[in-house]
């Protein structure tokens, strides 16, 4: 199995030597300048952010180069070659505006032109503009976008915080994202995957300070580009990564009732080379949550046994990231990315809980007490590095390769002193979990222009995962004994998972009116497992072919309608697969399933967009089929009291369900925007002898806004709320979360704001319950939620910001990853 990724890793680096550079045989250039300009509404004069600058060859065929104009209008294309040109300005609710005389010579390469006017389109009407509706959230035709850096309400959280305002998502209160009600998600940050996202999203979220966030992308229907996983969607995490001549930085800070962060980023662009660098800290104060648990046993429907158990528990958590990157540009054509991160996530958790099991009468009943103290540490780090290649004949054509190299540290300890009525309530246990993931990719990406209206696309691509994980637990049968090894519970399981992929995509301009997106991906996967005990060793391949297509039908200048098919595949993570027994509760135990197979998941969409007197409107309908589902599923032991949850191919599902988001801008100050997403699950299973049935309606939605009061001030709002997550054994706990924040300009580089989160409610309580044949479970958290906060930030240096395309291409969007705080 080893040889097999070294042949295509070699492959993969042979074919980029043989792509030789362009400029020994003088193609590139020699002069480069820059072409500036400003957009303004022709009405008010007022800057127009977000409008799109095309530079094109004199004769409109080619495009050369483009950009979006910032905030106060102004625009920036850089290495442009002396020539004369043509160059379009436009803008949604505005008409298109072309100069069609655009020159640069050698003696002048830079040029400044005067002013770009745009005229308000038809669409204007009774002073309600869209000319500001792509400031929040944004629509294109492969996904929409969430601008975070938009919402004040941002301000002093983590990227739990920022995903509960995104349209389709859906957030818990640990941070288990869902889209469209299906937690099978890829998270990518910038475009490329980590391991720190395996074993908890909700931690490595945490890690994530909001103020880092620029902006979120959603992709419901992936092409065959990318990975085959993520049968649900995938989320793209764009962080705040600016570029400026010379030497630039912000410094940002927060402090609040609840959590407070820290962070400091620099930036630096000489010439052709560049460097960024950050650092960022977070961390709880510590709070109290109170837990209840209920679960009533029964033989053949007649109660037998009752289990009750609750208790304090004191928590808190800190957190760091870092991150750092450099590129180079050889040329006009030939350029290198590498790029860093390193995130760190702890939690520590200490309280006593009290129990009590009822056997009605048939035995003598049972008191126990225990104390927790439990610690889990996640760190993870991605290393990757991009060559990249573009052609002076050719704009659009690319040639990418790129080598990442992650891994991620994950450790679990957990200590536990018992008192009770009964032998196993007087042990005493320490409960450990060493856990290393360690990912090696390669990937070759081409992007070739067939002629005007067809792009083609294809690559190759390998990821190599190494997986160790080490777990012990010690036993001490009562207060005079000492602790010793449970052989059953202690072991070393190594683990390879091996994934070879190629695709091809084309997207074709068919018409005006009329494009097509459609490709296919073939993967193949290999996987093998082995325990340093006399457990059996194991391995398992598959092979699929993952086809997508994508038509849009362009109805008017302003409205459209998509359908689309995907089929996906979600392969377990070590989250699902990891053997070891967490015992933070000896009552209610979990351990992971090697032999998971994967999830083979099809999904049919279709979506309409469209902008009627500056109101947004986006609708979708869609239906998802779901074979060899994995979903937790608990039994209660033979002995009736501890229960064990742990993750099955429990059957299938099918979901059909519809979203609709809708924004609007007022007055030019007030901008208002909602979001609700409507499923209807419906699954079924056979597990131990048992036909499981289930169907449930699955309900979530996000509204909020924002008030321009001057130049200065601004003042946001959002509510976010989600029905219980459906499994086929029952439900988990409803969401819901409200705020309100502020922000002051106190002058380019400075601001102050202020942010509240649910002030009219001190605490929340989430309340789940699971259903099986022989049992009944309740259960409630409740943790104090109500905060308060403030922040700052401050940008030193030189603030005229260039955007750079130095978005990575790698994306391991492949596995179905952790969920909540649940250990490694």
């Known amino acids: 199995m080893a040889m097999k990724p070294l042949l295509l890793l070699l492959s993969l680096f042979t074919t980029a030597l043989y792509a030789q550079p362009p400029g020994a045989g003088g193609g590139a250039p020699s002069i480069k300048g820059t072409i500036r300009g400003q957009v303004l509404d022709a009405q008010s004069g007022d800057p127009v952010e977000f409008a799109t600058i095309v530079l094109l060859s004199a004769d409109g065929e080619q495009q050369i180069n483009g950009t979006l104009s910032e905030t106060d209008g102004s625009f920036k294309l850089v290495n442009v070659a002396p020539g004369d040109y043509r160059l379009k300005a436009s803008f949604l609710g505005y008409l298109e505006q072309t100069l069609d005389e655009v020159k640069t010579t050698k003696r002048s390469p830079d040029l400044t032109l005067e002013p770009i006017v745009l005229a308000a389109d038809a669409v204007t009407l009774e002073g309600v503009e869209v000319t500001a509706q792509a400031s929040l959230v944004e629509n294109r035709i492969d996904k929409m976008v969430y601008n975070a850096d938009q919402d004040a309400t941002n301000s002093g959280g983590d990227a739990s915080d920022v995903l509960r305002k995104v349209p389709l998502l859906s957030v818990d209160l640990e941070g288990n994202v869902s889209l469209r009600g299906s937690s099978n998600l890829r998270i990518l940050v910038n475009g490329r995957p980590s391991t720190i996202f395996a074993s908890s999203v909700a931690d490595a979220l945490k890690s994530i300070p909001s103020d880092q966030i620029k902006s979120v992308e959603v992709i419901t229907t992936p092409s065959a580009r990318y990975d085959g996983e993520g049968s649900g969607g995938i989320i793209n995490i764009i962080t705040k990564k600016k570029e400026a001549q010379g030497f630039t930085g912000t410094v940002n800070s927060s402090v609040g009732t609840r959590q407070n962060n820290f962070g400091l980023n620099a930036n630096a662009l000489i010439g052709r080379f560049g460097m960024n660098a950050g650092v960022n800290s977070f961390w709880s104060w510590k709070r109290a949550a109170e837990n209840q648990f209920l679960r009533t046993d029964f033989d053949n429907g007649t109660a037998v046994r009752q289990l009750e158990q609750g208790g304090l528990n004191e928590s808190g958590f800190f957190g760091a990231n870092g991150n750092l990157g450099a590129f180079y540009d050889f040329n006009a054509y030939n350029s290198l990315n590498l790029s860093g991160r390193y995130n760190r996530f702890a939690r520590s958790q200490e309280g006593t809980t009290n129990g009590f099991i009822d056997y009605f009468g048939s035995e003598n009943s049972v008191d126990f007490s225990r104390f927790n103290d439990s610690e889990n540490a996640n760190s993870g780090f991605d290393a990757t590095l991009d060559y990249r290649r573009t052609f002076a004949d050719q704009p659009d054509r690319e040639l990418i390769l790129a080598f990442q190299l992650s891994g991620q540290n994950s450790n679990t300890d957990n200590i536990i002193d018992q008192t009770g009525d009964l032998a196993i309530y007087q042990r005493d246990l320490i409960n450990t979990n060493d856990g290393l993931n360690l990912e090696y990719t390669g990937q070759l990406d081409y992007v070739h222009p067939a002629g005007e209206r067809l792009k083609l696309e294809t ?70 497992g082995e325990f340093r005990s006399e457990n059996p060793s194991f391995t398992n391949s598959y092979h699929n072919f993952l086809p997508s297509i994508i038509l849009n039908r362009k109805l008017s200048q302003f409205s459209n309608l998509k359908a689309s098919y995907t089929q996906r595949i979600q392969r377990p993570s070590l989250f699902y697969i990891n053997p070891f027994t967490a015992i933070a509760d000896p009552n209610s135990l979990q351990i992971g399933n090697p032999d998971l197979e994967p999830e083979i998941v099809e999904q049919y969409e279709l979506a309409y967009n469209t902008y009627i007197k500056g109101l947004v409107i986006n609708a979708s309908t869609y239906y998802r089929k779901t074979d060899d589902l994995i979903e937790s599923f608990l039994n209660v032991d033979d002995g009736g009291i501890a229960s064990t949850t742990t993750f099955l191919n429990i059957g299938s599902s099918d979901t059909y369900g519809a979203n609709l988001f809708t924004s609007i801008t007022l007055w030019e100050k007030l901008q208002l925007r909602a979001s609700l997403n409507y499923g209807r699950y419906i699954g079924t299973g056979f597990v131990n002898g048992q036909q499981l049935e289930r169907s449930a309606d699955i309900i979530s939605g996000n509204g909020g806004g924002s008030f321009q009061f001057n130049e200065k001030l601004r003042a946001d709002f959002f509510a976010f709320g989600r029905g219980p997550q459906q499994t086929l054994q029952g439900s988990n706990p409803s969401f819901s979360i409200y705020g309100v924040g502020m922000n002051y300009d106190v002058s380019e580089r400075t601001s102050f704001g202020v942010r509240i989160i649910t002030p009219f409610s001190e605490d929340k309580v989430f309340a789940s319950s699971l259903r099986g044949e022989d049992f009944v479970q309740e259960s409630s958290f409740t943790i104090p939620f109500r905060s308060f906060g403030i922040s700052f930030n401050h940008k030193f240096g030189q603030i005229d910001f260039r955007a750079q395309n130095r978005r990575t291409r790698v994306r391991n969007d492949d596995q179905k990853e952790g969920e909540g705080n649940q250990q490694f």
């Open 459 to 528: 690559g190759l691509k390998a990821v190599l995962r190494r997986i160790d994980s080490d777990y012990r637990t010690q036993v001490k049968p009562n207060d005079g004994g000492s602790f010793t090894d449970d052989p059953k519970l202690t072991d070393l399981f190594l683990y390879d998972q091996d994934v070879y992929a190629a695709y091809l995509s084309g997207n074709w301009t068919i018409s005006d009116k009329w494009g097509l997106v459609a490709g296919a991906r073939y993967e193949t996967t290999e996987i093998g």
